[in-house]
Structures are given as structure tokens and as C-alpha cells.
């Protein structure tokens, strides 16, 4: 199917752990972000990608490691899980749109619940 | 940190009723969205207004936007129980960045 597939859904882990959240798309979009929410906060944005092996931190990365060694993938580590990560992992891709103006639309996966125990 | 909250942070209709939602922010935009969220999914886009325009329609969705008070506003008309979600802003500010409000959830009793 075509879109955005994030892998697992669901996934409880234990503290000091390392834990690899996987996003896959199949549109090509260039740009790809990976967010964390939790309730009270919204989405917070911890780390983006603007191209294969190009990537750069968002609000909250400490923690957290990424790649994107090809354009579909944009795999998010948790290096060594604590329990303040315990939260709904969502990755997305962003279509910029044609024509003189960009749309800046982002397209969600379905999201990984992560639990830190 | 966020850059703009939504209000309210809940609200509970009837159905039939207008549901409107308000965003607000601090910095210069390119342009505003708004995404809806279902219970255990991700968040889908809905509408774009972008930064010279004042009011947007699509379907039983409204947005406006002022930029002189730095607010938006998302109004959804005649509402159906299946409009039950959450409804965030995001403001798209320089580059291919956005910035998410904390949302707003969105009850719709039948």
C-alpha cells in the first residue's frame, strides 16, 4: 500500500534498553520528521530529515539517534530507553506542493505507542 | 516549547450544533494548518490558509486567520458524531518546518 508505515505499533520495553522505531514511506517526499506526544504537550518535534543522510535536531532530541541512509527510511533509537519516553511516537513526511506557493502539508504514520517500564 | 495554544482545550456538542476552535500564536507565519486526529491514529491534514488570506472554506470547514491579533479560528459547521477528534493548529513559520498547538478535543454526542 502506498503512504507512510510506521512499525511496530506497539511496544513495551524496560529502562536502559536500546529501541529502534521503524518509519517507511513510499511517495519519495524529501523531507521527514519524527514527533513524540504526550498529553498536555501536543506533538513535540524531535528530530527531521530534509534528504537521504541529511538530518538535524528538533525541540527534544537528547536521547534519541536517527539515520536516513535511503530516502523511504527514517529510523528513530532510543540509545538506552528511561521511563520519561514512554509516549506515542509519530513519523511523518512532508509534501512541499508545486507551483510559485509550497504547501508544507505533512502526512502522519499511525504511530508507535512506546511504554518504558 | 510551543509556539500558540489552542481554546479550548475541550469542548462537548450536540449533534447538529457548530463547533468552533481557536488558535493563537507569537511569531510571523507563512501559513496555518489544521489537523484532526482520531482516537489512536495520526493526525490528518484538513485546510491551509496561508498568511494573506482571511478566510478559507472547505465543506463544512471554516478557517479564518488574523494576523493582526495572530489568531486563527477553525469552525466546523452542522457537526456529525463522526467529527469527534482532536483538532490541532500548526503554524508553518519559516522553511518546511511547523509547530504544533497542544489541541483541542473535540466531542460530538449524538
Known amino acids: 500500500d502506498a503512504g507512510i508505515t510506521q512499525s511496530p505499533r506497539y511496544k513495551i520495553t524496560e529502562t536502559g534498553r536500546q529501541v529502534t522505531l521503524m518509519c517507511h514511506q513510499t511517495w519519495s517526499h524529501s523531507y521527514m520528521f519524527w514527533y513524540r506526544q504526550d498529553l498536555g504537550h501536543g506533538l513535540r518535534l524531535i528530530y527531521y530529515?530534509?534528504?537521504?543522510?541529511?538530518?538535524d535536531k528538533g525541540e527534544v532530541p537528547d536521547g534519541y539517534v536517527v539515520s536516513r541512509s535511503k530516502t523511504e527510511n527514517f529510523p528513530l533509537t532510543l540509545e538506552s530507553a528511561t521511563r520519561s519516553q514512554t509516549s506515542v511516537y509519530f513519523c511523518a513526511t512532508l509534501f512541499v506542493g508545486g507551483g510559485l506557493v509550497a504547501k508544507n502539508i505533512q502526512y502522519f504514520g499511525a504511530g508507535t505507542r512506546l511504554s518504558v517500564l | 516549547s510551543q509556539q500558540g495554544e489552542e481554546d479550548p482545550q475541550a469542548l462537548s456538542i450536540q449533534e447538529g450544533e457548530n463547533a468552533t476552535m481557536n488558535c493563537s500564536y507569537k511569531?510571523?507565519?507563512?501559513?496555518l494548518q489544521w489537523y484532526r486526529q482520531n482516537s489512536g491514529r495520526g493526525l490528518v491534514h484538513l485546510i491551509l490558509?496561508?498568511?494573506?488570506?482571511r478566510e478559507k472554506h472547505s465543506g463544512r470547514l471554516r478557517v479564518t486567520l488574523d494576523t493582526s491579533k495572530k489568531s486563527s479560528s477553525l469552525l466546523i459547521t452542522a457537526s456529525r458524531a463522526a467529527d469527534t477528534a482532536s483538532y490541532f493548529c500548526?503554524?508553518?513559520?519559516?522553511?518546511?518546518?511547523?509547530?504544533f498547538g497542544g489541541g483541542t478535543r473535540l466531542m460530538v454526542k449524538p
Open positions: 490558509i496561508r498568511s494573506n488570506e
Open positions: 530529515s530534509a534528504a537521504a543522510d541529511i538530518t
Open positions: 500548526a503554524r508553518n513559520n519559516a522553511g518546511n518546518m511547523l509547530t
Open positions: 511569531t510571523s507565519i507563512n501559513n
